[in-house]
């Protein structure tokens, strides 16, 4: 009896439970990602501009890696980018959202990158990093030391359960644990909307880069 229809079945079997395996959280499909290689009001989605104190300098930059988003920022230059949940790309019925940012500082060193989460007007964290520390703020601050200096990293917040969770590169605990309220998903009356730039409350002065910022809505 030849054994070849046996080794077959086998090699089927098996790739079929390899498929079934679920996929891990990276590999999860992100609901929407800004590349940082067009200005955000004219990429895909658009951003709607959040201008606070005048427009700052922006230029889409060329980088070792490709393209990203270089922003001037001065004391009346202040420029930041908001998806809120009339996008179809942001749902309002999510309940665990995940945002992640990779930027650097090129010059100056006070509080020039910002990240910023949340659930109507309560529900709010942001992240703004300096080149000697990263400041998790929502109804609590949290003020880690961190030396990101002139280096690009991933930041990434994680919004679910009615906490937000702060990721630096790739890290696998998190760097700081901030309790928001209301929670992700819970209640009515509330939007969702995520936020990059410079929200009108960073007071630093220098340039920055931002390669791309991407999220992912889960629990619709």
């Known amino acids: 009896m030849s054994k070849k229809p046996s080794i077959l079945l086998f090699l089927s079997i098996g790739l079929l439970a390899c498929s079934s395996f679920p996929l ?21 989605p658009p951003w709607s501009e959040d201008v606070h104190n005048g427009a700052a300098q922006i230029e889409i930059a060329k980088t070792d890696k490709g393209k990203a988003l270089r922003v001037v920022i001065g004391d009346t230059s202040r420029l930041g980018w908001r998806m809120s949940t009339d996008s179809i790309f942001f749902p309002e019925a999510a309940t665990r959202i995940t945002v992640e940012m990779r930027a650097r500082i ?33 109804a609590q601050r949290i003020q880690i030391p961190y030396s990101v200096g002139s280096a690009s990293h991933l930041y990434k917040l994680v919004l679910a359960d009615g906490k937000v969770d702060l990721f630096i590169d790739e890290g696998k605990k998190p760097l700081a644990t901030l309790l928001v309220s209301p929670a992700v998903g819970k209640g009515s009356g ?13 007071s630093g002065q220098g340039v920055v880069e931002y390669e791309f910022v991407r999220w992912r809505c889960e629990g619709l």
């Open 24 to 44: 891990e959280a990276a590999d999860k499909p992100w609901s929407g990602e800004y590349k940082g290689d067009a200005l955000p009001l004219q990429a895909f």
């Open 106 to 138: 090129v010059s100056g060193d006070d509080f020039l990158l910002g990240l910023e989460l949340r659930k109507g007007a309560a529900g709010m964290a942001s992240v703004r990093i300096n080149q000697f520390s990263i400041e998790l703020q929502g």
């Open 190 to 202: 509330w939007a969702h909307w995520i936020e990059f730039g410079d929200f009108g409350t960073l």
